[in-house]
Structure formats: structure tokens, C-alpha cells
């Protein structure tokens, strides 16, 4: 029912930033959450961050509050992770997914995205 890919994971430098993507398609995102997760080798999927599609409400894990910003354009259907100030402990797997309500947990979340590598190297 929903599609969703990232894009822009890479390498880069403690200290930097990257910006990643996810573009939604297949169906209106109107009354969809966008969240944001991540999963390093050897540790369980953790959540990133989360937006309300349709109100803009946002929310982040501890780990990367002030650090990264979650956005999205509604009229290219495209959920944005902006990560600044980058850290090696961030080196994970990013996922982009998608839910009916607006929360962390990661079973609430019916659709995902294939992931992208982020490498912060020190």
C-alpha cells in the first residue's frame, strides 16, 4: 500500500552532517506518521524520530535531540533527517517507516523502507 526509500547515507567525519531522505509513494500519506529508526551491527532497531504528517508535530529519542531535525514537504510526499553534529555511535542503518498514529513504538509501524548505510567515521 505504501512504498517508501531512502536515500543520501554515506560516509563522513565526526563533527559532520548528511541529510537523508524518504520518498513516499503508492497512496495518500494524509493521516500517516513518518518516523525515523536505526539499527547498528549487533543491537536491536532503536527509534530516531518521529513527525505527524498532517499537524507537523515532532518528537526525538534523547540520543539526538539537538543534534538531528526531522522535516518533511508534503507536496513531494518526501520525509527528511537532517543530522548534524554526527558522532561515531551514530554509525547505524537508517530506516524511514510509516504508521496510522503518531508514536515511537516500533511496532506501530506497518511500513518500511529498505534502509541506508550511515557511516561516521573519528
Known amino acids: 500500500q505504501v512504498q517508501l526509500v531512502e536515500s543520501g547515507g554515506g560516509l563522513v567525519q565526526a563533527g559532520g552532517s548528511l541529510r537523508l531522505s524518504c520518498a513516499a509513494s503508492?497512496?495518500?500519506?494524509?493521516?500517516?506518521?513518518m518516523g525515523w529508526f536505526r539499527q547498528a551491527p549487533g543491537k536491536e532497531r532503536e527509534f530516531v524520530a518521529a513527525?505527524?504528517?498532517?499537524?507537523?508535530?515532532?518528537y526525538y529519542a534523547d540520543s539526538v535531540k539537538g543534534r538531528f531535525t526531522i522535516s518533511r514537504d508534503n507536496a513531494k510526499n518526501t520525509v527528511y533527517l537532517q543530522m548534524n553534529s554526527l558522532k561515531p555511535e551514530d554509525t547505524a542503518v537508517y530506516y524511514c517507516?510509516?504508521?496510522?498514529?503518531?508514536?515511537?513504538?516500533?511496532?506501530?509501524?506497518?511500513?518500511w523502507g529498505q534502509g541506508t548505510q550511515v557511516t561516521v567515521s573519528s
Open positions: 517507516a510509516a504508521a496510522n498514529t503518531f508514536t515511537t513504538m516500533t511496532p506501530r509501524y506497518s511500513y
Open positions: 503508492g497512496r495518500t500519506f494524509s493521516s500517516y506518521a
Open positions: 513527525i505527524n504528517w498532517s499537524a507537523g508535530n515532532t
